[in-house]
């Protein structure tokens, strides 16, 4: 098979942007390579693929980004299911400097002919004796003897001595706006450290990411980042603005680029109105303590520094938007009806139940409050649907006259 490859030259640059197939013509589902590369002064903007390269195209392996004194690159393994032709079209890597188009031509497997189709054989069981069970059942009882000695005679004696330290939780966009703000006042870029305030923004946007959005941003590459965020529903503008701030990280940390002063400014600004516009909206409009109920018991989202307390200990409940109420009518008499209740009143009854707690402790305040979505299945089979729950938890406190 003939082998393509496209090379594109830049004059005074001993590298230029590339773009290489392993060849030009494949069979339905072979695998190949794609390469591109480019040299990092020419390199403004750095492609990033989802799950296809172009449509028909299936990029089954994305490669890391590798680098040498002058040049930035990076391979896929891709394949495609279907025969025909598939181009390839060119990649810009900045307004003047991009590759042509390839094309890619697969075709299907060609029977020999008069040739007969032939039936998959199924696996063979192979019958189960004692010699397959007796370890598993020697397994299972070790395992049992072990816990029934471990809870009567190590837990057991110290089950009543276990004090419940309560934990102050502080919500991940609280700790990711301070540790920016302790990055701007360390000014690293300034002192020359360009590589290492990239890092920094990076790790500090990751790491809210794991918090907030609850998979492991800190161990994935940018592009699966942005994967994982897709059916997040997060804005448009989000999405940019951290793209925005990954891959300038990415092109400082791997490819030695020197962004701008004014870059530079605006990367952490980036992460501030990022980490602003996507934390957990609080039931509570301000910061400060607010009053509910007429016994004055109060609830906050953060702590409460005008006044001492006793920490109680952890509370915590769920409610979701669907509520029930009782219906009249039918044949049945009274029945109970599901209705779909609005964001505000979640908010609103969840904070209730967290006072309702602290007061059941024998508080009168509930401090560093939160509370954070996900979604559940209710009921099953053909009556299961989906619902949002709104998971609320703090800290029961009594405070001091």
């Known amino acids: 098979m003939k082998k393509l490859i496209l090379f594109l030259f830049i004059s005074n640059f001993a590298f230029a942007q590339t773009a290489v197939l392993d060849t030009n013509s494949i069979l339905i589902g072979e695998q190949i390579n794609f390469s591109i590369s480019n040299t990092i002064s020419k390199t403004e903007v750095w492609p990033t693929y989802e799950e296809l390269l172009v449509e028909g195209v299936e990029i089954i392996k994305e490669g890391k980004l590798d680098t040498t004194e002058n040049l930035i690159s990076q391979n896929f393994i891709i394949t495609a299911w279907d025969s025909g032709s598939y181009y390839i079209p060119p990649i810009s890597f900045s307004a003047n400097s991009k590759t042509e188009g390839l094309l890619l031509t697969v075709q299907t497997i060609i029977l020999e002919e008069g040739a007969e189709l032939k039936d998959i054989k199924q696996p063979m069981e192979a019958p189960m004796g ?25 837990f057991g004696e110290k089950q009543n001595n276990i004090k419940i330290v309560p934990k102050m939780i502080i919500s991940a966009d609280v700790v990711a706006l301070k540790e920016l703000e302790k990055l701007e006042k360390a000014k690293i870029w300034q002192s020359g450290e360009v590589k290492l305030y990239y890092v920094t923004i990076s790790e500090i946007i990751r790491r809210y990411l794991w918090e907030r959005y609850k998979f492991i941003a800190l161990e994935l590459p940018t592009n699966e980042i942005l994967q994982n965020l ?172």
């Open 130 to 154: 004692w010699s397959d069970i007796w370890p598993f059942l020697l397994g299972f009882l070790i395992l049992t003897l072990i816990i029934y000695l471990l809870k009567k005679y190590v």
């Open 230 to 401: 897709r059916n997040k529903n997060l804005e448009k503008e989000d999405l940019i603005t951290l793209t925005t701030i990954l891959q300038r990280a990415d092109l400082a940390k791997y490819a030695k680029s020197k962004p701008t002063d004014k870059e530079n400014e605006e990367s952490l600004r980036f992460g501030q109105d990022f980490v602003n516009n996507t934390k957990i909206t609080q039931v509570l409009n301000s910061p400060n303590i607010n009053y509910i109920f007429e016994k004055k018991i109060m609830i906050s989202t953060g702590d409460i520094k005008e006044k001492k307390y006793t920490v109680l200990g952890i509370v915590g409940t769920t409610v979701s938007d669907q509520d029930s109420v009782q219906a009249k009518g039918g044949c049945f008499g009274k029945s109970k009806t599901d209705i779909t209740v609005d964001t505000n009143s979640m908010y609103q009854k969840g904070a209730n139940e967290l006072l309702q707690l602290s007061l059941s402790k024998g508080g009168d305040a509930v401090v560093y409050a939160n509370f954070e979505y996900r979604i559940a299945i209710k009921g099953s089979g053909q009556l299961a649907k989906q619902v949002n729950e709104l998971f609320c938890y703090g800290t029961a406190v009594k405070l001091h006259s």
